[in-house]
């Protein structure tokens, strides 16, 4: 499936590869966008909507090796024989998953807040809720649909990033498949050992990727590093950005 995509040319002259930004669930190419307007000086970029989300096409198979299709097949609509791939969260998990299926399209991997896990628990129920109630409401702004969010949601940023996906009284984001494949989302199968440099950026006080989890990633990532950014949650690029870009920016050098 090629996607739906955003792509911007570097601002100056460069040998880099191109950078592919990859969003989370309830998310759309928007999301990372805090990083393409820093690495787009000198890297080619190309956010992307994955399946089921933003103006991306709809589809009731919402898995990894699906979603890592997809990204190649975009690759492939945009001539791009290699690039760095950037993902968070669910997208972290679609350009893990990537390397299984293509790892020679692979020049850099960059995995934000998600290890390659199954993680056995359901943290979005609230916003399934949440979302559903919005649509059962009949709501036309996302004024109204806030309100109608904030019984069921106390996170006002949660709120807010999700409303980005709200447009003209509809969501953006394919809800009865995500909710159909939520096991799919959270869940994971172990890939073959890509044994390049990856770097996992977890933040500080985030569930997603801790210690229990090291074995599995270093089986599957064996040269993986990971740089914790303190006092971050697992919007860990919209909370310390600066940290993140560093990061990355000094992984992408080495």
Do not use: C
């Not at 997809?70 to 990537?98: P, Q, R």
């Not at 909710?179 to 440099?197: K, L, R, S």
């Amino acid at each position: 499936m090629k996607l739906n995509v955003r792509a911007q040319s570097a601002q100056n002259l460069h040998n880099n590869s191109p950078i592919v930004l990859v969003h989370g669930l309830f998310g759309s190419l928007d999301n990372l966008g805090i990083l393409a307007r820093d690495l787009v000086s000198d890297h080619d970029i190309l956010q992307v909507d994955m399946r089921n989300h933003g103006l991306s096409p709809r589809s009731d198979e919402m898995n990894y090796p699906a979603m890592a299709q997809d990204l190649v097949d975009t690759l492939d609509a945009h001539n791009i024989e290699k690039a760095t791939v950037i993902g968070h969260s669910m997208g972290g998990k679609a350009v893990m998953a990537l390397t299984a299926l293509a790892p020679d399209r692979i020049d850099h991997l960059v995995a934000i807040d998600i290890a390659p896990v199954n993680y056995h628990v359901r943290r979005h129920d609230e916003i399934f809720a949440a979302i559903n109630a919005v649509t059962n409401a009949g709501v036309a702004t996302r004024q109204q649909a806030a309100t109608v969010m904030r019984e069921f949601l106390n996170e006002e940023g949660v709120i807010q990033f999700l409303l980005k996906s709200f447009v003209d009284g509809a969501w953006r984001f394919n809800v009865p498949v995500l909710w159909e494949q939520y096991a799919n989302i959270v869940g994971w199968e172990t890939i073959p050992a890509w044994d390049h440099p990856a770097l996992f950026i977890p933040g500080g006080n985030s569930p997603y990727v801790t210690e229990a989890y090291r074995d599995d990633l270093l089986a599957q990532f064996p040269q993986a590093k990971a740089h914790v950014i303190a006092g971050a949650g697992h919007w860990v690029h919209a909370e310390k950005p600066d940290a993140v870009l560093r990061a990355i920016r000094r992984y992408l050098a080495e």
